[in-house]
């Protein structure tokens, strides 16, 4: 019942993995953390492509502010290759 609740990253499945969509996603990442997640201090968002096309490795390391524990967790986001290819290759040269 919240339109407004998650993440904008769903909005970049169908885009190229270059630099610019890395870049877009790791905002997206952490601008919804920062929104939704009042209990964490978000340390790093890295989003890494993966060797398997079409999947990048998103990394979040938190730290919880009332334990002040450090935490970190790697989840994998599904994109579809967009036309004409992906821009992967040039990105880990």
């Known amino acids: 019942m919240r339109p407004a609740f998650g993440c904008k990253i769903w909005e970049l499945m169908f885009e190229s993995i270059n630099a610019n969509t890395l870049g877009l996603m790791e905002e997206a ?3 919804a953390l920062v929104r939704w997640e009042p209990r964490i201090d978000v340390v ?3 989003v890494i492509p993966d060797e398997q096309p079409g999947v990048v490795r998103i990394g979040i390391g ?3 502010k009332v334990t002040n524990d450090r935490r970190n967790l790697v ?3 599904y994109m579809i290759p967009g036309e004409g290819g992906s821009d992967e290759e040039d ?3």
């Open 29 to 31: 990442v952490r601008e």
């Open 44 to 46: 790093e968002v890295k």
């Open 62 to 64: 938190y730290r919880i």
């Open 75 to 77: 989840y994998p986001f």
């Open 91 to 93: 990105e880990l040269s």
